[in-house]
């Protein structure tokens, strides 16, 4: 909206060149005025000079819980993004995303910092609308809104803004009258004199947050009153009671049960085309049901024009919430007569959506209401659907089956993932302004299952895509659950992108941090795959084109007539266990087989023993991180581990096999627990870390037959091994 700010050789972009450390979050730069330590210096260029990589690092260095080569790797990041900040390479938002930048703060200094009034004007805009009602004012959605917890957090990244414009605003207005233009800059004036009709510029900014850019839908009637009360409470907090003063000089507090509804997000008309359709055509198929679903476009336009009236009526029920001069009983009035006006029209779409249910009578589509709870964006948010749908996208939405709900969503191509949240992702992108914004936390799957590809094809297309991945031990995003998580980002672009991070783990520590030093690497967007791999380095995109170059995998040794591998389809947070026997499983001292150990077929004249080292590998252990769920061990994740053929001619590698399994099992001991169905069950458990130094033995020997660098193979080595050897807090994990 206002161009020129952004191009040319005075564009806002100058500000990131100009103080590049600014806008580097202080996590990402701790220490790096520092020099590094001699022993650790050293080993940058030199890989046989990492011994002390793996030690704690010291605090003038590091972040909390970081080891040396953590600290090295951050700093490098550093400089990296430091680099390309003073060389002026970052021009757009996808890169302030991609190099994890303080966007922010950035906004902020463009508003504060604005010489010409055209970018202040357009910022204000952007934020508030015009009265013209050319320019909507933002609108953030949150569709699974709760009680509220994602738009009270993005009203909290909002106020500022809004303060930053209002305090630029006088000071082009001060500075106007100090040459004797009083006359200049009228929308900025309006403006400091409306703020002047409130109690105080804070009451000011947050009711126009709350009525103009805040919305939500929950299907929980309770949840969205609470939603409500919060934002209400944090709006009435702004004003001290004054006893002089009519009504306390308390402003009425505005309405905003048309900005937060209850209703199905995922049953309803989402989109003009959905309910042009149903009304021209009579709800399935084109069946006609009567008058008021026949097969005619003049029903439609009748239905639009309605909506248009009840939009007019709308405004001036906005104009009047503005303005806050108005009594309770007119407020009231205004009210009924808008509800009034709507629930014909909501009436009429719940008589469409019913018979594309099969609910033909009244008493069917009441019954069918009850529990389907529908919602129809295009009716309940018309203003916004028409102009082509909300600019930001937020939430969290519920980690449900189809099974665990008692409705029935249609016509979303998501629907064979059998995922709430995926339907819920779906349906968002359909209310998603064509040049808008979408992030949520969702379960990992999203990008580490088959089901879930369908998804990230809908997300992805006409997009930029970031995915923030999340492990669930030691520590977890919510405490309430225990899953890995993945932070999405999309946004209209026509690069058509798609970035990722590694699988980050943290403790209680380094929480505070966790958000701050994430790192985006760039990934294919045309996958071959269904998964999108975790990775967050230039290095491990090397490895895994070398990998997945490989032909063969270990499913092209699979099949009856030969050896077997035995291994646990759960448990082993940083290990995961491959033997030639069955691991002890005793139930009251019986022995038996447990449910979560499977087996593997060898052909015949295969060396299982040296597919069982491939299978215990760093290497192995990379690769698993990198393109699976992280939470189970599916057949999937090691049938198609890649295994050169020239892996089963080497006799170093099946001698080291060998002596894997004879020292893990020499280390193993017998686990018991007692559960009241079961009674007590013995589970040989094993200690792998106290194998580690011959899985380093069988990786410097298949670096060879991946061909790995010596970086590379450093890196596969050490990867992860903070947490899977104990390095911080010194316990020693089992494969349990």
Request: charged residues 25%.
């Amino acid at each position: 909206k206002c161009e020129v700010a952004f191009t040319g050789e005075y564009s806002v972009w100058n500000l990131l060149a100009e103080e590049p450390d600014r806008y580097i979050y202080p996590a990402v730069q701790k220490g790096v005025e520092l020099p590094l330590p001699a022993s650790i210096e050293a080993g940058i260029a030199d890989v046989s000079k990492r011994t002390d990589w793996n030690t704690p690092a010291s605090s003038s260095h590091a972040l909390p819980t970081e080891i040396w080569r953590e600290t090295v790797a951050r700093r490098q990041r550093h400089t990296e993004v430091r680099g390309k900040l003073e060389r002026g390479e970052v021009t757009s938002a996808s890169d302030l995303i991609t190099l994890n930048l303080d966007i922010r703060q950035f906004v902020q200094d463009m508003v504060e910092r604005s010489e010409g009034a055209d970018l202040l004007r357009a910022v204000w805009e952007t934020l508030n609308g015009n009265k013209a009602g050319t320019v909507p004012p933002l609108s953030v959605l949150d569709p699974t809104c709760g009680s509220g917890a994602f738009l009270f957090a993005a009203l909290e990244i909002l106020q500022p803004l809004y303060t930053a414009c209002v305090e630029r605003m006088r000071g082009f207005v001060d500075d106007a009258d100090r040459v004797g233009r009083t006359s200049d800059h009228k929308l900025f004036r309006e403006t400091l004199e409306e703020i002047g009709k409130h109690p105080n510029e804070a009451y000011f900014i947050l009711k126009k947050i709350i009525t103009h850019n805040l919305f939500g839908v929950d299907i929980m009637d309770e949840a969205t009153e609470i939603c409500k009360l919060r934002l209400f409470l944090k709006l009435a907090a702004q004003v001290e009671p004054d006893e002089s003063k009519e009504n306390l000089g308390i402003e009425p507090l505005p309405d905003i049960d048309f900005n937060i509804r209850a209703g199905n997000t995922l049953i309803g008309f989402a989109t003009e085309k959905q309910m042009h359709n149903a009304v021209s055509h009579g709800g399935a198929s084109g069946t006609t049901t009567g008058d008021l679903l026949a097969v005619d476009d003049d029903k439609w336009l009748k239905f639009k024009a309605d909506l248009e009236v009840y939009d007019y009526q709308f405004s001036k029920f906005l104009e009047m919430q503005e303005e806050g001069a108005f009594s309770s009983t007119i407020a009231e009035n205004t009210k009924k007569a808008l509800r009034d006006r709507l629930q014909p029209l909501r009436d009429q779409a719940d008589t469409l959506l019913g018979h594309q249910y099969g609910k033909i009578s009244e008493t069917q589509r009441k019954e069918w209401k009850i529990t389907a709870k529908p919602f129809h964006w295009f009716v309940e948010f018309y203003r916004t659907l028409r102009a082509g749908g909300f600019d930001c996208i937020i939430g969290n939405p519920p980690y449900l089956e189809l099974r665990e709900v008692d409705y029935v969503p249609r016509g979303y191509d998501s629907i064979e993932t059998s995922a709430i949240h995926a339907m819920c992702m779906e349906r968002s992108i359909h209310l998603l302004h064509p040049h808008g914004a979408i992030s949520m936390i969702v379960p990992l799957s999203l990008i580490s299952t088959q089901r879930m590809q369908i998804v990230q094809n809908i997300l992805e297309k006409n997009h930029n895509a970031w995915y923030a991945n999340y492990a669930w031990r030691p520590a977890k995003l919510f405490d309430t659950v225990n899953r890995a998580l993945t932070i999405f980002v999309a946004i209209s672009s026509e690069e058509l992108k798609v970035y990722t991070t590694t699988y980050q783990k943290w403790n209680s520590e380094s929480r505070d941090m966790l958000i701050y030093n994430l790192a985006f690497l760039e990934t294919e967007k045309k996958r071959s795959f269904f998964w999108v791999p975790k990775i967050d380095r230039s290095i491990e995109k090397d490895i895994l084109q070398k990998m997945s170059s490989v032909k063969q995998s270990i499913q092209s040794f699979s099949a009856r007539g030969g050896g077997t591998i035995f291994y646990r389809c759960d448990g082993g947070l940083y290990w995961k266990v491959f033997t030639d026997y069955a691991p002890a499983f005793n139930v009251n001292g019986i022995s038996g087989h447990s449910t979560r150990e499977t087996k593997l077929p060898i052909r015949n004249n295969i060396d299982v023993k040296a597919l069982i080292a491939s299978l215990s590998s760093n290497s192995f252990w990379w690769w698993y991180s990198v393109t699976s769920n992280c939470r189970h061990l599916n057949p999937y994740d090691v049938l198609n581990f890649p295994v050169p053929l020239s892996v089963l001619n080497d006799e170093r590698l099946s001698t080291l096999g060998e002596e894997y399994v004879t020292n893990i099992t020499r280390n193993s001991s017998m686990l018991q627990r007692v559960q009241k169905q079961t009674g007590k069950t013995e589970t040989q458990s094993f200690k792998i870390q106290k194998s580690k130094g011959i899985i380093d033995e069988i990786d410097r020997i298949l670096a060879g037959h991946y061909r790995f660098t010596e970086e590379e193979l450093d890196f596969i080595i050490n990867y992860d091994i903070k947490y899977r050897m104990g390095l911080i807090n010194g316990n020693e994990e089992s494969e349990e």
